[in-house]
Every structure is written in structure tokens, then in C-alpha cells.
């Protein structure tokens, strides 16, 4: 049985997030790194751009040599199994055991795969969340001239619109009534709509898929309405959920994802949780649930490595941001963007060609969410306001309607607390 001081399961931003805080008050003790995958640290963001010819290496964030120069030991290619989290144990696909004495969980999340009629033993379906899946869909690309994307969210567009920009015709059917529902309000998802039909794009809204026809190679989709759509593909991009399935018959506690306290640990004593697996703080209504974003996991496992070497360090919490870079048009979002209820205040400012659009969306003074289409440049001033919980009250309407927001129109408390304050925990605004 091989050891480590600290193993992490996972390799991507938290890994490298917690590598870092482990670092910096612990410089010699032992890392290893177990991951399924054959790259180092890689944007998922960028996967698209891997469909549309981008070498593999170009999407490393961290590659295999930031491993080496941390001291870090890596297995990569190699799937965890096992974790017996009373004796301090992991196993790995091939049997072999490893002791730990601080364990992070970074293993993120798996794509939300519908039962569909039909889809068993069809070669051209996919799904679209890690490098794995990008390869296969490129490999393919050859073999497809039309596609259907079951899902309008953040993955959905933006493969649709890859493939799109590819030549293939490319079809959208979304269960919800609008694209992007969790990202974007109703008119500025009406705008992203508007400009991806613009690019040729075809959408289904209030509908899914019920069947896919043909036998080893697809001829169409049936859909609940009754429509029949032919295409030779089909790309399953619902979402993602928290991976728990290594946590199954452990003490670790997973409800919708891994439960874990200010200081990025689980119920179980040395074992931490970082990235798409965990349910932390979103700032904007104070609740814990699952924020699968780049950022927020680099922090989550910045914070955690901090304090599995000892430290004492709370999480501060995160917020969802979204940023729809492939578009024409810049689209950028933060915070609640659809109120849950009549309790919030919002106020918004569009052109009549659609080419700026700014919506804020306040609770008693306070932002707590916004979206920007055009002009993106002050979304970073923005979300500072909604993390410093700063009584806009007085700016409201001079932040809606100033294309480009800078700090010298904020107020001077915010700029004070922006400018004097100490981070601890290394991560900004």
C-alpha cells in the first residue's frame, strides 16, 4: 500500500486551488493526485474551441510540469473506486490501495443523461462536459451533416452554436420556455435567442425529445409535440450534476451534492470537498447549493487546501457568473437574474436593435444580480457591489444607464472597503 500526507481525487481547478494552499504552509510533505483524465488542469470553457480544431494541450490551465514543480506525485488515467473513509484508504481501478491522512474530493460533476427511447446502440450520441466527450464528438464530426441539442442552457448553446459555425445544421429543443432559463431574464434570453437564430440556429422550446429513430445510425428525433425532426446526431447537454458516486456506502454526507462547512470540510474528520461536487455559499440569498463555475472552484479549493494544511480559513462564498463568449454580441450575468418573488425591485434599459440591455435586479437597496448585453466591461465593479452588499439606492438608475461602469461613480464606501481592506484567503473580487 502505497501513502501520501495529502491525496487528492481530481486534477482540474480545485486540485490546483488546493495544491496552492496546501503550498503555501506546507512546502514539503507529500501530494498525490489521482485523475481519470490524461491532461493536466484544463478550461472546460474551452471545449468548444477544441471541436473546432484547437490542440489538446492548448486547453491545459495547469499542464503536467505545475505538478512537478509543486512536488505533486500524479496518477493520471486512473479512476478512483473506493474510499473507506474509517481507515484513511482509497482504491483505485487496478487494486491498488493508498493511505491519506487529508483527502480532497475535487471530483466533480457528471452530465444529466435522459432515458431516451431509441438512444441505446446509436454511435452518434453524445454528451458534452469533459475532454473525452469533445474528442469523440470531433472524431465525428466527419460522419454529420445535421445535429439536434437537447437542452438550451449554457452547454447546449454553446455546442450548438460550434457546430453550427462548423456548417452543420444544428436544431435546439429546450423542456423549459426560454434559452438560457437559469442564466439570463426572459428579454435578454429573448435577445441571446434572436441573435443565435440570426446565425441559422433552430430552436424547440416547451418540448423534448421522446425517440430517437434509425437503427445503427440515426434518421431524426420524435418530439412530445409530435414534430419529427431528421438529423444524423444527437448531443444530450442538460447539465451537470455533483458526482457522488464514490461517496455511495461512505459516512460522507451527499444530499444533491457534498456537504461541506465554512471551511470546505465534510461531516467526515479530514476529509475536504471542493469544485462542482459540493454545495457552497451563494452570496446573493445566502444559501448553499451547488455553483459548478471555474472560479468558484479554484476558491473553494484554494480555501480547502489552506486548512487541510492547517490552516484556518473560511470560505467567503461565491455567486454564479456567466459569460456568453461565443456570441457576437458580448452577454454577461451574475446573481439572481429572474426574482423568486415580488420582494425584489428591477429595473432594466434596452435599445430597440438589441445591441445593449441592462437589467439589475435589487432586494432593500442591495444588488443582487444582473445582466449586461453590449458593454461588459463594468460587469467587474458590478459584482463587487453585489459581494459588498452596498446600498445602491443613490447610483441605481446612473449604473443602468451608463454603458461603461468605472469605480469613480461608486460610492465612496464601497471604494474604501475595496481598496483597504485584507484578503486572507488570496482570492479578489
Excluded at 72 to 92: A, E, H, P, Q
Excluded at 206 to 216: Q, R
Aim: hydrophobic fraction near 40%; charge should be positive; include cysteine.
Amino acid at each position: 500500500m502505497s501513502k501520501s500526507e495529502y491525496v487528492i481525487v481530481g486534477s482540474n481547478v480545485a486540485a490546483v486551488g488546493a495544491i496552492d494552499g496546501i503550498r503555501k504552509h506546507d512546502k514539503k510533505s507529500s501530494i498525490l493526485t489521482i485523475s481519470f483524465e490524461s491532461l493536466g488542469s484544463y478550461s472546460k470553457a474551452m471545449l468548444a474551441e477544441y471541436i473546432e480544431g484547437a490542440n489538446a494541450q492548448w486547453l491545459e490551465f495547469r499542464g503536467k510540469d505545475y505538478f512537478k514543480k509543486m512536488g505533486v506525485d500524479c496518477l493520471f488515467g486512473r479512476k478512483v473506486t473506493g474510499l473507506d473513509s474509517d481507515k484513511s484508504i482509497l482504491t483505485t481501478d487496478n487494486g491498488e490501495e493508498i493511505s491519506y491522512k487529508k483527502l480532497l474530493l475535487g471530483v466533480g460533476g457528471v452530465p444529466f443523461k435522459p432515458v431516451i427511447k431509441g438512444a441505446e446502440g446509436k454511435e452518434l450520441v453524445f454528451t458534452f462536459t469533459d475532454l473525452l466527450d469533445a474528442e469523440k464528438i470531433r472524431e465525428a464530426l466527419p460522419r454529420f451533416n445535421s445535429a439536434v441539442v437537447i437542452g438550451a442552457g449554457f452547454t447546449g448553446t454553446e455546442i450548438a452554436y460550434t457546430l453550427n459555425k462548423l456548417n452543420k445544421k444544428v436544431t435546439v429543443v429546450e423542456l423549459g420556455d426560454r434559452v438560457l432559463v437559469k442564466a439570463l431574464d426572459p428579454r435578454s434570453s429573448e435577445i441571446a435567442q434572436s441573435l443565435m437564430h440570426g446565425e441559422g440556429i433552430e430552436f424547440y422550446l416547451n418540448d423534448t425529445v421522446e425517440e430517437i429513430s434509425g437503427n445503427k445510425e440515426i434518421t431524426g428525433v420524435s418530439l412530445k409535440s409530435g414534430k419529427v425532426i431528421p438529423c444524423q446526431a444527437v448531443i444530450t447537454a442538460i447539465g451537470v450534476i455533483p458526482n457522488g458516486e464514490l461517496i455511495k456506502n461512505t459516512p460522507v454526507k451527499f444530499d444533491r451534492g457534498l456537504d461541506v462547512d465554512d471551511y470546505m470540510c465534510t461531516n467526515v474528520p479530514n476529509v475536504y470537498g471542493a469544485g462542482d461536487v459540493v454545495k457552497a455559499l451563494d452570496i446573493t440569498d445566502g444559501l448553499k447549493r451547488s455553483l459548478p463555475l471555474w472560479p468558484l472552484a479554484f476558491q473553494q479549493g484554494l480555501v480547502a487546501g489552506k486548512n487541510m494544511a492547517g490552516g484556518r480559513y473560511p470560505y467567503a462564498g461565491g455567486l454564479p457568473i456567466n459569460s456568453l463568449k461565443f456570441l457576437k454580441v458580448p452577454i454577461l450575468s451574475a446573481g439572481i437574474t429572474t426574482p423568486p418573488d415580488a420582494s425584489y425591485e428591477v429595473i432594466y434599459v434596452s435599445d430597440p436593435k438589441g445591441t445593449f440591455y441592462r437589467s439589475l435586479v435589487l432586494k432593500e437597496g442591495r444588488l443582487k444580480g444582473f445582466v449586461t448585453i453590449g458593454e461588459i466591461d463594468g460587469a467587474g465593479v458590478l459584482t463587487g457591489l453585489i459581494r459588498n452588499k452596498i446600498d445602491i439606492s443613490g447610483i441605481k438608475t446612473k449604473l443602468l444607464n451608463k454603458k461603461k461602469v468605472g469605480l469613480m461613480q461608486m460610492p465612496r464606501e464601497w471604494r474604501n472597503r475595496i481598496f483597504t481592506r485584507r484578503d486572507e484567503t488570496d482570492y479578489h473580487d
